[in-house]
């Protein structure tokens, strides 16, 4: 065998153990209520709604590392890659199983965008009608055009999503309708089946976990997740939650509601965070920290990403690797820790976004000496 060829055996064995004659039987991955059953509230598996999410790649970041501090263990957890390309989906499984089981007919749900693009997406693959409340003007365009191509009755708010969530509150009071908000119990057990991932795919939990902290749901969900696992002997130890914000948003930092929040990472854009309390218990209780930095810290982490990673996130999601960087210049780190980072949506649903922080295309008539001229300013050879 050649040296190639050796290498590919070994991969090819470290990956798939059984071997046979015809195609390798490769698993479907049947979401995470199929998956994690034994830790979520759904009891008839004939209300499963699920469009197989979770089960996302934790992916080891060494360039990021270099750049960072080559003493840790970077990890992302690419939270992007579900079907509706955020972490939303394993909340919304949950959220949406549970209404099918109560017989629900409507499910209604303020949002940044990224909620309504699930909620939107799981209630027309339950067959239930959506309603979705979004602050006018400040939703990107990816997240509003897939709450509106799969049927869910969009409402556009003037105000932000503090004043979408209280509406939306009361009209779930008042009529027949399931909030799938993440105040909805539902929402936050589908959300805790990250954590279980992450320790499953490292056999351990991690040091630290950074993470955006918008609403305060996720902080709060994997929290609850990472103490599940120690409580059944699955872990020996706990993470420390490091929750970020961003300045113009941070009412968990400052200690009170912001009546405007403004930040470049629409997504978190919010005020008066509903699981507020749920942050601080994970903060204290994990020896965390919820801290903010600025929406230039986040774009710079934004193009670092998509830089030496390869890694195209929204800017919501980059304040987790944003807040690593502040970290590490403060020197909390030790040599060897284990650093997850949660990247809670893809970069796709707001590409105004990439194309600003990046160079524009060059333009040239259809004429080869034009392309010629080009490489040879670029020094091509
Ligand atoms: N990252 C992204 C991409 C989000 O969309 C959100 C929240 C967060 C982080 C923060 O998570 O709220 O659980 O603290 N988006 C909500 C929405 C508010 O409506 O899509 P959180």
Not at 84 to 94: A, E, I, L, N, P
Not at 329 to 337: L, S, T, V
């Amino acid at each position: 065998m050649s040296r190639v060829e050796q290498v590919k055996a070994k991969e090819r064995d470290a990956v798939k153990p059984a071997k046979s004659a015809g195609p390798q039987a490769l698993p479907l991955w049947p979401g995470v209520i199929r998956y994690y059953w034994d830790f979520l509230p759904v009891e008839r598996k004939e209300c499963i709604v699920t469009l197989h999410e979770g089960n996302t790649p934790l992916l080891r970041c060494r360039n990021l590392e270099r750049a960072v501090d080559p003493d840790l263990s970077l990890y992302l957890k690419l939270e992007g890659l579900n079907p509706t390309c955020s972490f939303k989906d394993r909340g919304m499984t949950v959220a949406m199983s549970k209404a099918v089981e109560d017989g629900s007919r409507a499910v209604i749900c303020a949002s940044t965008g990224n909620t309504s693009a699930s909620a939107a997406a799981y209630a027309a693959r339950a067959g239930l009608r959506a309603y979705v409340v979004v602050p006018q003007g400040n939703i990107s365009l990816g997240k509003l055009s897939q709450a509106m191509i799969h049927g869910a009755k969009v409402i556009e708010v003037e105000g932000n999503f503090d004043v979408a969530l209280k509406l939306v509150r009361e009209a779930a009071r008042q009529f027949p309708i399931t909030l799938v908000n993440s105040l909805n119990p539902y929402r936050i057990e589908g959300q805790k089946t990250a954590a279980f991932e992450i320790c499953d795919h490292l056999g351990k939990a991690p040091d630290y976990h950074f993470l955006p902290v918008g609403n305060a749901g996720n902080i709060t969900a994997y929290w609850k997740g990472y103490k599940e696992y120690l409580d059944i002997g699955r872990l020996s130890s706990l993470p420390k939650m490091m929750g970020f914000q961003a300045a113009g948003a941070a009412p968990i930092v400052l200690g009170r509601v912001i009546e405007k929040p403004e930040t470049i990472a629409t997504a978190i854009r919010i005020g008066n965070p509903a699981s507020w309390q749920g942050a601080l218990a994970a903060r204290d209780e994990s020896g965390g920290a919820i801290e903010s930095v600025t929406d230039d810290d986040i774009l710079a982490a934004y193009k670092l990403l998509a830089d030496s990673e390869g890694i195209l996130a929204e800017p919501a999601s980059a304040i987790s690797v944003a807040g690593v960087i502040k970290k590490q210049k403060e020197g909390i780190f030790r040599a060897g820790d284990v650093v997850v980072c949660t990247l809670t949506g893809h970069g796709l649903k707001d590409p105004d976004i990439a194309i600003r922080q990046s160079a524009q295309p060059i333009r040239i008539p259809p004429d080869l000496n034009r392309l010629k001229e080009f490489f040879e300013r670029e020094s091509v050879r």
